[in-house]
C-alpha cells in the first residue's frame, strides 16, 4: 500500500521556524521526484517546492529563502525547513509524488493526507 504521511505542523509564532517531515512507503521513493504542495484557507492548491531523485531542487517565489526541501532517501523521508514564517503561510501542507510533467505543470499520482501550519500570535 502506497502511504504519505506528513507530520511536524502546528502553531507557531511569526517570525519561527518548523520543519515539516514526509515519510513514503509503497513505492520506490529513491528514484522518484517529490513536491511539498499547501492549501491556505478558502485557497486553491499552491506548489511550493519540488526535488528530483538527484536532489536537484526548484522553489517557489513565495517562500524563496525562508524555505528548504530536502531528502533522505535511506529514510524514504522528504522534509521541508521552513523559517521566518509569516501569517500568510498558514496552511495545509501536503508532500506528493510526482507522477509527470506537462505544460510547465506538475501532476502528481500519490499525496500525503496534509498537515496543518498555523502562524499566528
Known amino acids: 500500500e502506497v502511504q504519505l504521511v506528513e507530520s511536524g505542523g502546528g502553531l507557531v509564532q511569526p517570525g519561527g521556524s518548523l520543519r515539516l517531515s514526509c515519510a513514503a512507503s509503497g513505492f520506490a521513493f529513491r528514484d522518484n521526484a517529490m513536491s511539498w504542495v499547501r492549501q491556505a484557507p478558502g485557497k486553491g492548491l499552491e506548489w511550493i517546492s519540488s526535488?528530483?531523485?538527484?536532489?536537484?531542487?526548484q522553489i517557489s517565489d513565495s517562500v524563496k529563502g525562508r524555505f528548504t526541501i530536502s531528502r533522505d532517501n535511506a529514510q524514504n523521508t522528504l522534509y521541508l525547513q521552513m523559517s521566518s514564517l509569516e501569517p500568510e503561510d498558514t496552511a495545509v501542507y501536503y508532500c506528493a509524488a510526482v507522477w509527470g510533467y506537462y505544460y510547465g505543470n506538475y501532476y502528481y499520482n500519490y499525496w500525503g493526507q496534509g498537515t496543518q501550519v498555523t502562524v499566528s500570535s
Open positions: 526535488i528530483n531523485n538527484g536532489g536537484l531542487r
